[in-house]
């Protein structure tokens, strides 16, 4: 298995809403990472965890809370955002210096 | 902060001809290099990476990238694209000791029957 899954593809989610964006690889690496990325821009790294640890946060609002429950996991819950936080969201894994992405999840905050 | 440029924002080229997208990086003592390309609504494809070794480095597809120590350049070229490289392709970097990668600002390939 080579790839890495995120659900779900879309969402939309209102200023109030509590809502949770999910990823699993099942090819044993050991890094895990979130990226945003707006349209017609290149990802910009949010999270990177390794060996399920959180090892970089680029100072991302904490209405953003990233959480690795095992090696194959990676979430990410979102609380209160806003209007521009309407991005499509990526994750990759790696194990050496190759990043394997997903699909990402589309979300709109409304 | 280490930087990744890429200077052509879009190229057009029409099918079959040879194309070169354009990625510059700001030197560091020891940098990987890779590319990668993005179908519309699709997260990212490795095309190819640079670790050490054989400064030109074959992908899938059909690319290759030439890397240019003296030039700090990692360009991309095809030597005959087709209309299904129709993309954007990102040059990025990732800097010995932080397992994150750093993005240039894509180029929008736009291959034209």
């Known amino acids: 298995d080579t790839e890495v899954t995120q659900t779900p593809k879309h969402l939309v989610m209102g200023m109030t809403n509590k809502k949770s964006l999910k990823c699993e690889q099942h090819?044993?690496?050991?890094?895990m990472y979130w990226y945003k990325q707006k349209a017609k821009k290149p990802p910009e790294l949010m999270f990177v965890?390794?060996?399920?640890?959180?090892?970089i946060n680029e100072s991302v609002p904490s209405r953003f809370s990233p959480e690795c429950p095992n090696s194959s996991l990676l979430n990410l819950h979102l609380h209160a955002l806003q209007p521009e936080d309407s991005a499509l969201y990526l994750c990759?894994?790696?194990?050496?210096?190759?990043?394997?992405f997903g699909p990402g999840t589309r979300l709109t905050v409304l | 902060a280490q930087s990744v440029t890429q200077l052509d924002s879009q190229v057009p080229v029409f099918e079959e001809a040879p194309v070169e997208l354009r990625c510059n990086y700001s030197s560091s003592v020891s940098v990987y290099l890779f590319w990668y390309v993005q179908y519309p609504n699709q997260g990212l494809q490795l095309l190819l990476k640079y670790l050490s070794g054989s400064t030109l480095v074959k992908g899938i597809n059909g690319f290759e990238a030439e890397f240019n120590k003296s030039q700090t350049s990692f360009h991309l070229r095809k030597p005959s694209v087709h209309i299904s490289d129709t993309a954007e392709y990102f040059c990025a970097r990732e800097d010995t000791g932080r397992r994150a990668l750093t993005f240039g600002s894509g180029t929008r390939l736009q291959v034209q029957p």
């Open positions: 090819m044993g690496h050991r890094a």
């Open positions: 965890y390794s060996y399920e640890k959180l090892s």
């Open positions: 990759a894994s790696s194990q050496e210096s190759e990043q394997f």
